[in-house]
């Protein structure tokens, strides 16, 4: 009887999916397929995570990458592993540029209708320098723009971007007509995209001195798709925001690449013509070093490259690996990179002293040089030498570290004695607080430290792969030792991570990286793993074991590097929000590493082991999915939405003002944001900006001019720098508590105040027999002591500690005109409240003064309400707490009240832009309104006064000097400012 079964026979698509990459290029063929077919035809997958994946590119982009895949497959399986992942390369660079500049529509000055940057302030600089670089200007080394009337040094001459704008420029004419400005707006992206190919290449390097060539490629591809997409590296390299760092990257990524490829290289020590033999290693080591100089006449974060590399190499000093070679390698690096160094700092004891860059590169160069010297050549021979090892009976490079720390002391000593004491605590201060302590450099948002869980928050579950990659690869360096020795190493290696990464968590937590504790644990898990280390190595010397020694010796360079990488890493996490921007590369790296060396162990001989390692994968690979499409979204959104707001809007037309209505040359004033932006979109020189290049400055605008109550301070300081313009923004009242700081005294506490907006509460209205009570609130702490007698008792509230809960006020209307009773401000402290008066009220133009009461006033600003018959104004929908503090002082009297005592005559208003729901509300015939509301917020005017002067002001040349504000605050106080 005949078998009428049906076989079925797979083989083919066993030989179809011959290789593992094969069948990963048909799977994401497939998704790619079934994504673009829902995006093209419109039908929904019902999976919210599936939608979220399709809805991230158009379903043009979904087509692309299945072709992509395609080619892909093909390539794996005919084996061409070096072009598999080419195809997907092109089109994520493809996609990156297209999501980057996504915004462009968008970027256009509201007053002109042509093409400008998006909302940032530091690119306007660069792209005024490019513009004057285009036309010939201001060439000189003063850009008399900034910082009148001194000037400030020119960042024409001081900075790579304006030339890298100035050429893109240039290169893009050759193809089409583009402005200075329209190639300021794409400058970024480019910039951006090579460095997406440089960092591609690094990373592929860097593995494969670990991992085969095929996962070292997909390693690499992993993390190249992570970086492009990171939100952190969004904002600085979409167009429209030519930031530094956007060009600083482009180096940064080379710098490394051609340094690995140095240490790629063959080092030939024997035979003769050295240096021909070994000329590759050295030219790539110059290039490595010829990029990081570049870099440092870029961005700062150059620092990173020669705090890695260096740490990096004297680990692989310390530990003997290939020490001539290092030597080598790390002194061509050392070469050019210290050589721009100089040509832009112009000393060589700014070099040295720079303890955490170019000093601590420089640094360990003499330490291998001085090495190679005593113990390789015939200075090893000589009976000093020879005795200095005989009685320490230490390794030649533990000698070699002695040597120069000692003979670096005495000559740093000599030189100038404070330097050591100064060395330690710089480098103390610089592991806690990268951005220092100081309080201008803190009132900048990006300098601010943060904590784990905003560490957490923002990079999602890549710092946990980062975290366990750290560890894999320690464990990889080392697993060679012995079991006693590796499992010591990485027991407190682990203790080591875990201390320095928790020591900062939130600031409710115990560990809260200010207390003794948690800087206890951030140096001692350091320095415990430290001690560890240095106990098994000199054990091993002394005991001459010499397979230990052979072991410290064959740890992988790459490994030292990915190490040295992640530790600077783990110290940017806690040191600055703005570090961000290169943590993120770091922690991809390190969890893309993580997810592909895993692949490794799934050849486990243990089942519990490869069962283990399966859930690893699985979990990593999860993670790796869903963090990739956040990151995704939030930067196809983020890209589309850097564009210029109703905010920018409002500028875009002051300074379409300021252009056509004041003379050239003339000098503004106001505090230091909107320095750039009147410099560049108005085209007028001022006193200070956000390149902070005279840092007293910011001090004596803050405390002599914004928050003084003297009108003849005010006056003196603007004649001194020839100021004819003043302006203030709405934005200002937000940051009162910023310039109120940096203008205290040096208790930083007689200034340091800031202004609460207090809405209306409608809900608690309430209509009494011929008037009406409103409660305002917003609790606050009270920025000084109040002492109030009430019936005879005297009441002390203390500043900071007690608070204002709350306003209530009582008004009547008779014939149109409101009248008020005097309002109470609700007090709470020690939970007891406290109701006391409020000595004055400042509404219609005019300050009404009740004769007793906390010393303080309330200025009522309209308020928008949605009613059913539409929107209506209130005029009294919110209110402004002007303190004993701040009621007196210019911004208040000037900005706020519109000079009601006329303490200000020769000041006088010239131009108020209006926030752009004013102006339409105003359009709309609400002309009695003013230019403040509250709607969302407060909506401010920008106020620009021309400013003349009484005969009798002094100019006083001590508001010009160029010192640091530290032990100098409030030092100009008894100045005589009239004559």
Same mark, same amino acid.
């Given at each position: ?14 030989? %179809? ?43 043009? =982009? ?163 798709? =992570? ?86 190499? %004297? ?63 015939? =200075? ?18 533990? @000698? ?42 803190? /009132? ?47 027991? =407190? ?6 201390? %320095? ?111 283990? /390692? ?124 910023? %310039? ?43 920025? /000084? ?9 005297? @009441? ?178 008894? @100045?005589?400012?009239?004559?």
């Amino acid at each position: 009887m005949a078998d009428d079964s049906l076989e079925l026979n797979f083989d083919w698509v066993k030989s %179809f999916l011959k290789n593992g990459f094969v069948l990963f290029f048909s799977v994401l063929t497939l998704f790619s397929l079934l994504f673009w077919l829902s995006s093209s035809l419109t039908f929904s997958l019902q999976i919210n995570f599936l939608v979220q994946v399709v809805n991230l590119f158009p379903s043009f =982009f979904w087509l692309l990458l299945a072709i992509a895949s395609i080619v892909s497959g093909v390539l794996a399986y005919y084996e061409k592993y070096s072009w598999m992942f080419l195809p997907i390369i092109i089109w994520l660079l493809f996609t990156t540029a297209v999501v980057r500049t996504s915004n462009i529509p968008g970027l256009v000055n509201a007053a002109t209708g042509e093409a400008t940057l998006g909302p940032d302030l530091d690119p306007f600089l660069f792209l005024r320098n490019a513009i004057e670089i285009s036309e010939g200007r201001n060439m000189g080394e003063l850009d008399l723009m900034r910082y009148a009337p001194l000037g400030a040094t020119s960042y024409i001459k001081a900075n790579m971007m304006p030339w890298a704008i100035f050429y893109t420029y240039k290169f893009l004419n050759l193809f089409t007509d583009y402005s200075v400005t329209q190639a300021a707006i794409v400058a970024p992206v480019i910039f951006f995209l090579i460095s997406v190919v440089g960092f591609f290449f690094f990373v592929y390097l860097l593995f494969s001195f670990k991992l085969s060539k095929k996962k070292a490629l997909l390693g690499a591809t992993i993390a190249s798709f =992570f970086y492009s997409f990171a939100p952190m590296l969004l904002h600085r390299t979409v167009a429209g925001i030519p930031e530094l760092e956007s060009l600083g990257l482009m180096w940064f990524w080379f710098a490394f690449l051609f340094f690995i490829l140095a240490w790629r290289e063959n080092f030939v020590n024997e035979g003769k013509n050295f240096f021909v033999r070994n000329k590759k290693l050295i030219l790539y080591g110059l290039l490595a070093g010829l990029f990081t100089g570049a870099m440092s006449w870029t961005w700062g974060g150059y620092r990173y490259i020669y705090m890695t590399l260096a740490l990096a190499t %004297f680990l692989a000093f310390f530990f003997n690996i290939d020490k001539k070679k290092n030597l080598l390698v790390f002194s061509s690096f050392l070469l050019t990179g210290l050589i721009l160094e100089l040509i832009k700092v112009k000393s060589i004891f700014s070099i040295i002293s720079s303890f955490t860059d170019t000093g601590l590169a420089l640094g360990v160069f003499l330490i291998l040089l001085l090495n190679y010297l005593i113990f390789e050549t015939k =200075f090893k021979h000589t009976e000093v030498i020879r005795k200095i090892k005989e009685k320490t009976k230490l390794p030649e490079n533990v @000698l070699s570290i002695i040597l120069f720390i000692i003979f670096g002391l005495v000559i740093m000593t000599l030189l100038r004695p404070s330097f050591v004491p100064e060395m330690f605590s710089s480098i103390f201060e610089r592991l806690l607080s990268p951005f220092g302590s100081g309080r201008i450099g803190l /009132t900048v948002a990006e300098n601010r430290a943060p904590y784990f869980i905003e560490i957490l928050s923002n990079f999602g579950g890549l710092v946990w792969l980062f975290l366990a990659g750290l560890v894999l690869m320690f464990y990889e360096a080392v697993k060679h030792f012995s079991p006693k020795k590796k499992w010591g190493l990485f027991l =407190f290696f682990v203790i080591f991570v875990v201390t %320095f990464v928790f020591s900062r968590i939130s600031s409710g937590n115990v560990l809260n990286g200010e207390n003794f504790i948690s800087k206890f644990l951030y140096f001692g898990g350091l320095i415990l793993f430290v001690i560890v280390l240095l106990v098994i190595y000199f054990k091993s010397y002394l005991k001459r074991d010499e397979k230990t020694l052979l072991d410290f010796s064959k740890i992988n360079f790459a490994s030292l590097v990915l190490i040295s990488l992640s530790i600077w890493g783990i110290v940017s996490m806690r040191g600055a929000v703005r570090l961000f921007f290169i943590i993120a590369p770091i922690i991809i790296i390190v969890a893309s590493y993580f997810f592909v060396k895993l692949m490794d162990y799934r050849k486990e001989k243990d089942d519990l082991g490869k069962l283990f /390692t399966w859930i690893l994968i699985l979990v990593s690979l999860f993670i790796l999915v869903t963090t990739f499409v956040n990151y995704s979204s939030t930067t196809v959104y983020g890209a589309k939405q850097t564009i210029p707001s109703s905010y920018n809007y409002q500028w875009h037309y002051a300074m379409d003002w300021v252009s056509k209505n004041t003379p050239e040359g003339s000098v503004f004033t106001h505090w230091w944001d909107y320095g750039y932006w009147v410099q560049t979109l108005g085209g007028r020189p001022t006193v200070s900006d956000g390149g902070h290049y005279i840092n007293w400055w910011d001090h004596t605008v803050a405390r002599y001019l914004l928050t003084t109550s003297k009108p003849e301070t005010a006056l003196s300081l603007m004649k001194t720098h020839n100021v004819s313009y003043l302006l203030i923004d709405s934005t200002d009242v937000g940051k009162y508590s910023a %310039f109120s700081g940096i203008g205290s005294d040096e208790t930083g506490k007689d200034r340091f105040s800031w202004i609460p907006v207090m809405p209306v509460d409608v809900s608690q209205t309430r209509e009494l027999n011929s008037s009406t009570q409103l409660i305002y609130v917003g609790g606050q702490p009270i920025d /000084t002591d109040i002492i109030y007698e009430d019936n005879d008792t005297p @009441l002390f509230l203390p500043a900071q500690k007690a608070g204002l809960a709350g306003i209530v006020v009582e008004y009547s209307t008779q014939d149109g005109e409101i009248s008020f009773v005097q309002p109470r401000g609700v007090f709470i402290y020690n939970n007891q409240r406290y109701d006391l008066p409020i000595r004055y009220i400042f509404y219609n133009g005019n300050i009404v003064d009740f004769g007793k009461g906390v010393n303080s006033l309330v200025r009522f600003i309209p308020g928008i309400e949605q009613t059913s018959g539409g929107m209506t104004v209130n005029p009294l929908g919110a209110l402004v707490y002007l303190s004993e503090k701040t009621k007196d002082t210019l911004f208040a009297q000037l900005y706020l009240m519109d000079d009601p005592n006329n303490l200000y005559p020769t000041i006088s208003i010239a131009h108020i832009e209006d926030d752009s729901v004013v102006k339409s509300l105003k359009s709309q015939g609400l002309n009695n309104m003013g230019s403040f509301m509250y709607y969302q917020g407060l909506r401010g005017p920008i106020k620009i006064w021309k400013v003349s002067y009484p005969e009798n002001t002094l100019e006083n040349e001590e508001f010009l000097m160029n010192t640091g504000s530290e032990g100098n605050w409030a030092s100009l106080d008894n @100045l005589e400012f009239t004559k």
